[in-house]
């Protein structure tokens, strides 16, 4: 078992090596630009759009909902889960750090799991869940929360693992607070969470 995840921890270095290596001047400004949260403002107020557009007012009571999510996702990644499995970012690795290209601030010390994967995946999958019986084209949704997490590797800040635990947190929350949002909708009469499918 032991040199099964050591085997694994090493494939994971080498695949992040490779990403990484896979650089350009231009790409280093697109993936500072991509990996940059502010910069997909346009996205959520499309998101809050279509959200007020077919639900009024009543849209505030998934608004809420999506603020518990990404608090909920980002805690559980930042507070627990780095400081407890204790694993560096590639950037701060005494093993590979020197082979790490620093384009953007390195961050904290730890990586697993991310919390860019995981509330960008636990976002695009509440919104899905919502939405796609609607709007098919809303699966694109989806390409968003891998286009953050690709920025993150490429910038050497977390291992592909890393990502990959993250896009699973995301993925789990986004449909728990889905499910508990069909259930409260339900179950408690003054609340009303815009939830039809």
């Known amino acids: 078992m032991e040199q099964l995840f050591e085997t694994l921890i090493e494939l994971d270095q080498q695949v992040l090596l490779y990403l ?8 280093d400004v697109v993936m500072a630009g991509v990996t940059e949260k502010y910069n997909w403002l346009p996205l959520y107020l499309l998101l809050f759009i ?3 557009k077919n639900f009024g007012w009543q849209g505030i009571y998934t608004l809420v909902a999506v603020v518990i999510l990404i608090t909920l996702s980002d805690q559980l990644t930042s507070s627990f889960m780095k400081p407890f499995f204790h694993r560096f ?29 995981s509330n960008s995946f636990a976002v695009a999958t ?6 796609h019986n609607k709007y098919r084209w809303m699966i694109w949704l989806l390409v968003w929360p891998v286009i953050v997490s690709y920025s993150r590797i490429y910038l050497g800040v ?13 993925i789990v929350l986004g449909y728990l607070v889905y499910r508990m949002s069909k259930w409260s909708s339900t179950k408690i009469p003054f609340v009303f969470v815009p939830i039809k499918n």
């Open 126 to 131: 509440y919104f899905w869940l919502i939405f």
């Open 158 to 170: 977390h291992y592909p693992l890393d990502i990959l635990g993250g896009a699973i947190v995301g």
């Open 89 to 117: 970012r590639p950037c701060h690795d005494p093993e590979i750090g020197h082979l790490v290209r620093i384009v953007t601030k390195c961050g904290g010390y730890f990586g697993f799991v991310s919390s860019h994967a």
């Open 50 to 52: 279509i959200l007020f």
């Open 20 to 27: 990484h290596g896979l650089s350009s001047p231009w790409m």
